[in-house]
């Protein structure tokens, strides 16, 4: 057999063989790089691999862990950690619910506006939903709001983590694409190519992130206007009516002023995300002090946890810097380009299958399993179709936002399922979640149909 149709048939197998380890539920990392390497082997054994391949894997990793975007990553998680620790989530939830509460569909208002806020604080879904589901879920139930509204709107307003900056998903995009995109730009004969960077990602994410919350907020009004029943308005009682203005100056005001401090300096081209990053973590910190919730357990805990997510985040980049490699030398980069290029539509259809295919994965496989595994592949070839690569990270991290969302093996479903009461079914949690995947995918066809939404405001900040 001619080696290169067989390197590129091992390839194949080889992208097959991980999906259904995947699922037979093996440690992803492990998993990307053991299948890698077994067919590696055998891509030796059959002339078609080159194992001084290898060598230049101890480069990538020693760059990986040097590059100080990256740091960023677990500076941002650190920030949410104690954010959520010190209590500041819970108080928030609470006051948006009396803030609103005395309005039909107000209790749904006050999760989705927590839900952007927290988004904007950790970054991390999982984190997001599990509290506002613990917290937010039985005062929805017990002010008589239907299970499906309150279950969907909490799993939606959950999920915008994944795309409201500082997502950690899109630091990771904007580190890859930046480096994709130089490449793609000099092979084109582009020398001095505009640089993408994480900051691009966090300005062309920032409108379709307040979009999704607009949209969202919407449907709950709709809500309580034709169905009133599902959401009714919550009693406040008159000491809470008294304590508002003063628990929404001293509950809401300090974590929004970090936010916009951590975002603003970052769109505003004052700090980069690293440096925006370290003051986040401190005014976190700062923050639990007021609060006196900066023990040296809570302090502990935080950084156990800081440390596992941003370890597992890690582990498995270099799992999936193994399977790139091995992938791209036995000719399936190739491979994906000839598919690519030769779908009916052109740029366009490509974009849709790469956009589907990362929307299945999504049942199966986290977010960062899916970028690490299909990004590498696949971006090269959509940036030499001339696709921005600032919509495309934005468009990704909406698309896998979504599939969190799609029953029935959305993520987010799964949080919640976790920690919801007994009364709630898990028919309930799929039949809720539904509306809030057509509204995303609504979102999706809009960023399709006006690129500029998320041009625009990278061009007026960094002047691209």
Known sequence: MDPVLLGELLSLLMFFTIIGVLMMGFPVAFSLAGTSVIFATVGYMLGVFDLSNFSSLAPRYMGVMLNEVLVAVPLFIFMGMMLERSGIAEQLLITMGRLFGKLRGGLGLSVIVVGALLAASTGIVGATVVTMGLLSLPAMLRAGYDPKLATGVICASGTLGQIIPPSTVLIFMGDMLAGVNQQVQMAKGNFAPTPVSVGDLFAGAFIPGLILVFVYMLFMIYKAVTQPETCPALEVTEDERKRLLHDVF????????????????????????????????????????????????????VMFATANTTTMIFIILIGASVFSLVFRMMGGEELVSDFLNSLPGGKVGAIIFVMLLMFLLGFILDTFEIIFLVIPITA????????????????????????????????????????????????????????????QVSVIALLIIFPEIVTWLPDKIYGR
């Open 250 to 301: 001293f509950t809401l005001i300090p974590p929004l002023l970090l936010i916009i401090a951590v975002l603003g300096s970052i769109l505003g081209g004052v700090a980069t995300p690293t440096e925006s990053a370290s003051v986040g973590a401190v005014g976190a910190m700062f923050l639990a002090a007021i609060r006196r919730k900066l023990t040296f357990s809570n302090l502990r805990q």
């Open 380 to 439: 090269p070839i959509l940036l030499m179709m001339d696709v921005d690569p600032i919509w495309l990270g934005v468009m990704v991290a909406v698309n896998l936002q979504t599939s969190f969302l799609t029953p029935p093996f959305g993520f987010a479903l799964f949080y919640l399922r976790g920690v919801a009461p007994d009364a709630i079914t898990t028919r309930h949690i799929y039949q809720g979640a539904l509306p809030f995947v057509v509204l």
